[in-house]
């Protein structure tokens, strides 16, 4: 199945690796993945839609991380951000909750990659769709989608 999100990375010539399994789970989508596809949870990426009034940003963080708002905020010189609904979510990317990725949305959001991302050749970020996930380097992400990219994770938990 070709979702927006690999026709995004094929239409910009981006290599990527495809992965499936089966998502049996409604939450900690990225966990699930981690577990079901025997990877380390620190190269396997969420990606988690903030706001800051009409504004959307799309935090690519690892699975197994929590995000410090006020990070992400500073990092994006914004006043504050918090975390969208998930009906916002999914009406601004297109993408379901637990399949949502930062390739091939509907209303494109700005990036925000964590910057412990840079440490692995290849994270793996949603597909487009929950139970598919594709391997990519993290650099391509940057060079993709101009991501921004920083520490924003709550280092306290």
């Given at each position: 199945?070709?979702?927006?999100?690999?026709?995004?990375?094929?239409?910009?010539?981006?290599?990527?690796?495809?992965?499936?399994?089966?998502?049996?789970?409604?939450?900690?989508?990225?966990?699930?993945?981690?577990?079901?596809?025997?990877?380390?949870?620190?190269?396997?990426?969420?990606?988690?839609?903030?706001?800051?009034?009409?504004?959307?940003?799309?935090?690519?963080?690892?699975?197994?991380?929590?995000?410090?708002?006020?990070?992400?905020a500073r990092?994006?010189?914004?006043?504050?951000?918090?975390?969208?609904?998930?009906?916002d979510a999914?009406?601004?990317?297109?993408?379901?909750?637990?399949?949502?990725?930062?390739?091939?949305?509907?209303?494109?959001?700005?990036?925000?990659?964590?910057?412990?991302?840079?440490?692995?050749?290849?994270?793996?970020?949603?597909?487009?769709?929950?139970?598919?996930?594709?391997?990519?380097?993290?650099?391509?992400?940057?060079?993709?989608?101009?991501?921004?990219?920083?520490?924003?994770?709550?280092?306290?938990?």
């Amino acid at each position: 199945m070709l979702t927006p999100a690999v026709k995004y990375l094929k239409d910009h010539k981006i290599d990527f690796k495809e992965y499936e399994y089966e998502c049996t789970v409604d939450h900690d989508y990225g966990k699930f993945a981690a577990k079901a596809l025997n990877l380390n949870p620190k190269m396997v990426y969420k990606s988690i839609v903030l706001v800051f009034e009409k504004t959307f940003i799309t935090a690519v963080t690892p699975v197994d991380a929590m995000i410090s708002l006020k990070s992400a905020a500073r990092l994006l010189k914004l006043k504050s951000l918090e975390i969208a609904s998930p009906q916002d979510a999914q009406r601004i990317t297109g993408y379901v909750i637990g399949g949502l990725s930062p390739f091939g949305q509907k209303r494109q959001t700005k990036i925000l990659l964590c910057q412990s991302a840079l440490e692995f050749d290849e994270i793996l970020v949603s597909g487009g769709r929950r139970g598919y996930s594709v391997g990519i380097n993290p650099n391509d992400i940057v060079s993709a989608t101009n991501a921004t990219v920083g520490d924003f994770l709550d280092h306290k938990s």
